[in-house]
């Protein structure tokens, strides 16, 4: 069984900065992609950051110098640093996670934590 837990999200002000965690936990052989997607009201579900397990990473555009992605191997954990956040980045920021397992490749995501951005 694979989980992943969520933390850090809440309401902040405009220009403020939060720290979103997930750490997966589970029979867990490597991490392929871990990242973290959004889904604002009454809109679709989008790509904020990710991470692969070579390192590189890839942000959407309208996050790009302000939000940053990193991750802990030993901890199977990855953050997200988000900066000089905007009312716009309100949504409920969802953990993804594209593993292998033992058995094979799966795909997983967490419950979500809301972000407000809001004064």
């Known amino acids: 069984q694979v989980q992943l837990v969520e933390s850090g999200g809440g309401l902040v002000q405009p220009g403020g900065s939060l720290r979103l965690s997930c750490a997966a936990s589970?029979?867990?052989?490597?991490?392929?992609?871990m990242g973290w997607y959004r889904q604002a009201p009454g809109k679709q579900r989008e790509l904020v950051a990710a991470?692969?397990?070579?390192?590189?990473?890839n942000y959407a555009d309208s996050v790009k110098g302000r939000f940053t992605i990193s991750k802990d191997n030993a901890k199977n954990t990855v953050y997200l640093q988000m900066d000089s956040l905007k009312p716009e980045d309100t949504a409920v920021y969802y953990c993804?996670?594209?593993?292998?397992?033992?058995?094979?490749?799966?795909?997983?995501w967490g419950q979500g934590t809301q972000v407000t951005v809001s004064s």
């Open positions: 993804n996670a594209d593993l292998s397992m033992s058995w094979g490749r799966k795909n997983y």
């Open positions: 991470v692969i397990s070579g390192g590189s990473t």
């Open positions: 589970g029979s867990i052989v490597s991490i392929y992609v």
